[in-house]
């Protein structure tokens, strides 16, 4: 294995293009070694992978993937309103953003057109936002184990630090929705100015607009918000 990167499917390849090939359907990419993507962003996934899932490969321990410093977005499932149906599942894995995707550019570690699933091991931590879904139709769903952690938001964009549910609600369908069974989102933070206000539609760690939320489990806990809500804010929810 020593001179492999990923792995496609279980199967150890020679570089990331040999595993966008093996992309089909349910698969899987793993990471053999940390990772940092240059000039990539977002990648999105291929339109022929019905449900991929991306982890560490078993036995090396956890990985890191992350972008450069002109990143805006880490990973895309899904290119628009009518592309909703597939599938992204993080596990193992931690996805580190970059300072870039903060202040107005509005970036963030995920963005999902499609449905979003955060399983155990899965730590998306120093981006912008963590996930930003906001199209009709697309979902994110947490569970136990997996963490968000240290993003930062500010400037104009000062809304949903750790997860971003709905906002533009683009396309018509289902409202865009986010359940969290379980984990743990803390330590994100908005840095909002005196009149950057809850009711204003800022702050709020978990930002819910036009769209649902579903907490049965986990916490939200340890948030900071300057002037605004620092754990949830269900503005227009």
């Known amino acids: 294995l020593a001179n492999r990167e990923y792995a496609a499917n279980g199967v150890p390849v020679h570089d990331f293009d040999e595993a966008v090939a093996l992309m089909k359907g349910e698969c899987t990419l793993e990471l053999l070694k940390d990772q940092t993507w240059k000039g990539k962003g977002p990648w999105n996934v291929p339109q022929t992978a019905k449900k991929l899932t991306v982890k560490s490969f078993a036995g090396c321990g956890t990985r890191t993937l992350k972008g450069d410093d002109t990143t805006r977005y880490l990973l895309q499932?899904?290119?628009?309103?009518?592309?909703?149906?597939?599938?992204?599942?993080?596990?193992?894995?931690?996805?580190?953003?970059?300072?870039?995707?903060?202040?107005?550019?509005?970036?963030?570690?995920?963005?999902g057109y499609g449905r979003v699933e955060l399983?155990?091991?899965?730590?998306?931590?120093?981006?912008?936002?963590?996930?930003?879904?906001?199209?009709a139709g697309s979902s994110v769903l947490m569970e136990e184990g997996a963490v968000i952690r240290d993003c930062y938001v500010y400037g104009s964009a000062n809304y949903g630090s750790a997860v971003?549910?709905?906002?533009?609600?683009?396309?018509?369908?289902?409202?865009?929705?986010?359940?969290?069974?379980?984990?743990?989102?803390?330590?994100?933070?908005?840095?909002c100015s005196s009149s950057q206000t809850a009711k204003d539609g800022y702050?709020?760690?978990?930002?819910?607009?036009?769209?649902?939320?579903?907490?049965?489990?986990?916490?939200?806990?340890?948030?900071?918000?300057?002037?605004?809500?620092?754990?949830?804010?269900?503005?227009?929810?």
Do not use: H, W
């Open 77 to 111: 499932i899904g290119t628009g309103s009518t592309d909703t149906n597939r599938t992204l599942r993080i596990e193992n894995l931690i996805l580190q953003g970059t300072p870039y995707m903060s202040e107005d550019r509005q970036g963030c570690i995920i963005y």
């Open 164 to 191: 971003l549910i709905g906002k533009s609600n683009f396309g018509a369908g289902a409202r865009p929705n986010f359940t969290m069974n379980g984990g743990l989102i803390t330590n994100c933070v908005c840095e």
């Open 119 to 135: 399983g155990a091991g899965a730590i998306l931590e120093k981006g912008g936002r963590g996930v930003l879904a906001e199209v």
């Open 203 to 237: 702050g709020g760690a978990v930002y819910v607009y036009t769209a649902d939320f579903e907490m049965n489990g986990g916490r939200i806990v340890g948030n900071i918000c300057t002037n605004a809500a620092a754990g949830i804010n269900n503005y227009n929810g």
